[in-house]
């Protein structure tokens, strides 16, 4: 009888910071491999260097291979991407931390376009050394896009009580402004309500949109890009059929709640959309990247090298990036298998009231 269960792809980010422990510590209870199978993207001695630091965990079994399809359905799979002589410096990042990121990274991408694993999720990074060893971009984000092709992606931040999208993503703050546009806004929103309903179910969402200014802007007085750029968009989005409001004031949206009226909120810039949600669920808090074709999920805290090898790390938000990945993998699947349904229910153009090429509404 053919298995069911998904192959989840996990990279281990950069192996000076917690990438592992949190990994293991998410794996460690049996029961997740009853509903899926892990293949780690990394080093089994650096796997083994971690197992030994973290303390009162039950016995887990492991699998070395050399390629996804040899993964042991009932074993934590470690597919070696790296040399024998590979090894931890817990603490902080280096140059060889960060090609060995890089390295399991790439091999993990190209197995998920390959079809090889069904869902990825990503170990933290440190983006100033994958910079420095030659990355080229400044984050997964970005990387996800290029990789795959596709005209546009959002960060997107789920939890159970919040869901963040953002406008901008890793630049700095001096360039966001200029980077700010109606096209960009009115994509984001079109990437948003799509994933909203492909990937988590929700029919004809409802999604607040931020201001960018203090108070909104106050009509101008202190900045115009609500007047000029983000109404004009949120008016483009509502034509095309899109439930989307505002601009609210961030300040009053998060801090009065006003957030649990929509399903989600459009963030114009990153620690705009990521403070709030960090700061109301962190610990069960997961980065998708909406938009791409495949499935990636990352948790949503960093390398957090001060705590590497002493058993600290919270593993909450690894191991609700991997249920949400295989979540959203069957979500899509549905969703697929709905439309193609209903387009077979559709009648045909001689048998439509209205004439053969007419535009119809789905």
Not at 112 to 119: E, N, P, R, S
Not at 237 to 245: D, L, P, R, S, W
């Amino acid at each position: 009888m053919e298995d069911k269960r998904l192959l989840v792809g996990i990279t281990q980010g950069d192996s000076n910071g917690i990438g592992y422990e949190v990994i293991i510590k998410a794996l460690a209870d049996p029961r997740i491999l009853d509903m899926m199978t892990p293949v780690v993207y990394g080093s089994s001695k650096v796997f083994g260097f971690y197992k030994k630091t973290v303390h009162e965990m039950e016995q887990i079994d492991t699998n070395i291979i050399k390629s996804a399809s040899e993964a042991h359905h009932r074993r934590i799979n470690i597919l070696n991407c790296l040399p024998d002589n590979v090894f931890a410096e817990p603490g902080g990042a280096t140059a060889e931390s960060a090609k060995a990121a890089i390295t399991c990274l790439e091999k993990a991408v190209r197995d998920l376009k390959d079809g090889a694993i069904d869902v990825l999720v990503t170990g933290p990074i440190n983006k100033k050394s994958v910079v420095e060893a030659g990355f080229g971009f400044n984050g997964h984000t970005e990387y996800l896009e290029k990789a795959f092709g596709v005209g546009d992606v959002t960060m997107f931040m789920i939890s159970q009580r919040l869901k963040v999208g953002v406008v901008t993503g890793h630049i700095p703050l001096k360039d966001v402004p200029a980077a700010i546009t109606k096209d960009k806004i009115v994509s984001k929103l079109r990437l948003m309500k799509a994933s909203l309903e492909q990937d988590f179910g929700v029919d004809d969402p409802r999604i607040g949109v931020l201001g960018l200014n203090p108070h909104g802007g106050d009509s101008g007085l202190l900045g115009e890009e609500e007047v000029d750029i983000i109404i004009p968009a949120i008016r483009q989005a509502v034509e095309e059929g899109i439930q989307a409001f505002g601009p609210f004031s961030p300040d009053g949206y998060f801090g009065m709640g006003h957030y649990e009226s929509f399903d989600a909120t459009l963030a114009m810039y990153h620690d705009q959309g990521l403070a709030p949600f960090k700061a109301i669920a962190f610990e069960d808090g997961v980065n998708y990247t909406a938009g791409l074709p495949a499935v990636r999920t990352s948790p949503d805290h960093g390398t957090a090298f001060e705590l590497a090898g002493r058993d600290e790390a919270d593993p909450r938000s690894m191991r609700a990036a991997i249920f949400l990945g295989m979540d959203i993998y069957r979500n899509r699947k549905a969703w697929k298998a709905l439309q193609e349904g209903k387009m077979e229910e559709r009648p045909s153009a001689e048998n439509r009231e209205e004439r053969p090429g007419k535009p119809q509404i789905a």
